[in-house]
T-cell receptor, first 114, second 114 residues
């Protein structure tokens, strides 16, 4: 079974802090994604990566950056946390560009910025 | 501009009856569609998918129908069970070279009443 693991289920951070959200997948997937989920807005793509050291902006990249130094790990960085970044963050991975297939999601990180 | 639309934020159905969740898309380059189910405080889990070369895919109680000319797909759950109560997200992929990138709708909250 594919496993996507996010480092924290719940986080509380202060405004202005630099926040790291970590995600690891164990199925050698090429693609990895970061989404945020907000009520009434669905899942919105922040950043995605097709390969190590490669990244592309999604629909809402402002205020975020990402890092993919190893194939299995994809980190989301909030450079200076703000209250409007309070949200559920979801990491996902999928097989690769050459084939179709579902994305597998982690359990989510509920981030509260105070 | 939303490329994947779920126009019904919520749906209530009696146990044993059919649940029909609808999804519309605007981009004719989409060629792979998926449905995900999400419980509160958990990541989405993959439910069923369909390729654009098909018009129907069935898996147990779940059937997805695709009408390419109308750019519309639907998920049928028969019979509905209380455990099906969750938020259902429709997703699409296949835009240009970003075949692994999933675009999600805003979700429909299904409530199945005993």
């Amino acid at each position: 079974d594919v496993k996507v693991t996010q480092s924290s289920r719940y986080l509380v951070k202060r405004t202005g802090e630099k926040v790291f959200l970590e995600c690891v997948q164990d199925m050698d997937h090429e693609n990895m994604f970061w989404y945020r989920q907000d009520p009434g807005l669905g899942l919105r793509l922040i950043y995605f990566s097709y390969d190590v050291k490669m990244k592309e902006k999604g629909d809402i990249p402002e205020g975020y950056s990402v890092s993919r130094e190893k194939k299995e790990r994809f980190s989301l960085i909030l450079e200076s946390a703000s209250t409007n970044q309070t949200s559920m963050y979801l990491c996902a991975s999928s097989l690769g560009r050459s084939g179709y297939g579902e994305a597998f999601f982690g359990q989510g990180t509920r981030l509260t910025v105070v | 501009d939303q490329q994947v639309k779920q126009n019904s934020p919520s749906l209530s159905v009696q146990e044993g009856r059919i649940s029909i969740l609808n999804c519309d898309y605007t981009n004719s380059m989409f060629d792979y569609f998926l449905w995900y189910k999400k419980y509160p405080a958990e990541g989405p889990t993959f439910l069923i998918s369909i390729s654009s070369i098909k018009d129907k895919n069935e898996d147990g109680r779940f059937t997805v129908f695709l009408n390419k000319s109308a750019k519309h797909l639907s998920l049928h759950i028969v019979p509905s069970q209380p455990g099906d109560s969750a938020v259902y997200f429709c997703a699409a992929s296949g835009v240009g070279g970003s075949q692994g990138n999933l675009i999600f709708g805003k979700g429909t909250k299904l409530s199945v009443k005993p």
